[in-house]
């Protein structure tokens, strides 16, 4: 099998995505760490975003976090994301497209202040509410039993948001009686050895938000 190689950022949340799905597949890799001053391998391996994860499968190049984790559930066979059934392989798609088309409110809520910040917060908890009464059911995972690659697309997320509310000083997703549901899934998301081993450092996660807040608010 071909060398693979990923390049990334940590602690790019889109990056987690890739990293989870490798190491659920059992799938040996070389992490490239991407030189913020040097674009010129991004240039190469991602010349229409210019921007990370890039996965590098011998001489196959894929780009885009969510692309990539379809393109190592179908390489390779072992510990499936996606479901056999059509059905339930289209219910998964339709998630991992919600979570890819409505979390831009969590990433604004990371620099925003005042009417602005009040207003992604609306909209994160909406899309939270939507996940909650449509998306996971009385199951443990959106898929059933099993992780899969619609947990793998929410869970960079919910992490994400929980670092951020307590590095911007708010509340949503930690309002645990609105979100039962959501706040069981992602107790059972974390519990997942792979998961929980790869997460990285909750304080660390924290002073980092925290910082990379006061420069992005003492830019604008």
Same mark, same amino acid.
């Given at each position: 099998?071909?060398?693979?190689?990923?390049?990334?950022?940590?602690?790019?949340?889109? +990056?987690?995505?890739?990293?989870?799905?490798?190491? /659920?597949?059992? !799938?040996?890799?070389?992490? /490239?760490?991407?030189?913020?001053? =040097?674009?010129?391998?991004?240039?190469?391996?991602?010349?229409?975003?210019?921007?990370?994860?890039?996965?590098?499968?011998?001489?196959?190049? @894929?780009?885009?976090?969510? &692309?990539?984790?379809?393109?190592?559930?179908?390489?390779?066979?072992? =510990?499936?994301?996606?479901? =056999?059934?059509?059905?339930?392989?289209?219910?998964?798609?339709?998630?991992?497209?919600?979570?890819?088309?409505?979390? +831009?409110? @969590?990433? $604004?809520?990371?620099?925003?202040?005042?009417?602005?910040?009040?207003?992604?917060?609306?909209?994160?908890?909406?899309?939270?509410?939507? *996940?909650?009464?449509?998306?996971?059911?009385?199951?443990?995972?959106?898929?059933?039993?099993?992780?899969? &690659?619609?947990? /793998?697309?929410?869970?960079? @997320?919910?992490?994400?948001?929980?670092?951020?509310?307590?590095?911007?000083?708010? $509340?949503? !997703?930690?309002?645990?009686?609105?979100?039962?549901?959501?706040?069981?899934?992602?107790?059972?998301?974390?519990?997942?050895? /792979?998961?929980?081993?790869?997460?990285?450092?909750?304080?660390?996660?924290?002073?980092?938000?925290?910082?990379?807040?006061?420069? *992005?608010?003492?830019?604008?």
């Amino acid at each position: 099998m071909a060398e693979v190689k990923l390049i990334g950022k940590l602690p790019s949340p889109f +990056v987690y995505r890739v990293i989870w799905a490798l190491k /659920i597949k059992g !799938i040996p890799y070389e992490f /490239i760490e991407e030189d913020l001053t =040097n674009k010129n391998p991004l240039l190469k391996y991602n010349p229409v975003h210019k921007k990370v994860p890039v996965l590098l499968h011998g001489e196959k190049t @894929v780009c885009e976090s969510m &692309i990539i984790v379809e393109y190592i559930d179908e390489t390779w066979q072992q =510990n499936s994301l996606l479901p =056999n059934d059509p059905y339930e392989r289209a219910l998964a798609r339709f998630w991992v497209k919600f979570a890819e088309d409505k979390v +831009v409110s @969590v990433w $604004r809520m990371f620099g925003a202040i005042g009417e602005e910040l009040e207003k992604t917060m609306k909209e994160t908890e909406e899309m939270l509410q939507t *996940v909650e009464e449509h998306g996971l059911g009385e199951k443990k995972f959106f898929g059933g039993d099993n992780i899969g &690659i619609a947990d /793998i697309a929410f869970g960079s @997320v919910i992490y994400w948001l929980e670092v951020i509310e307590e590095a911007v000083g708010v $509340r949503v !997703i930690s309002e645990a009686h609105k979100f039962p549901r959501l706040h069981a899934w992602i107790k059972n998301f974390k519990q997942v050895p /792979i998961i929980q081993e790869s997460l990285p450092d909750w304080d660390w996660m924290v002073a980092f938000c925290k910082g990379r807040r006061e420069a *992005v608010l003492a830019s604008a």
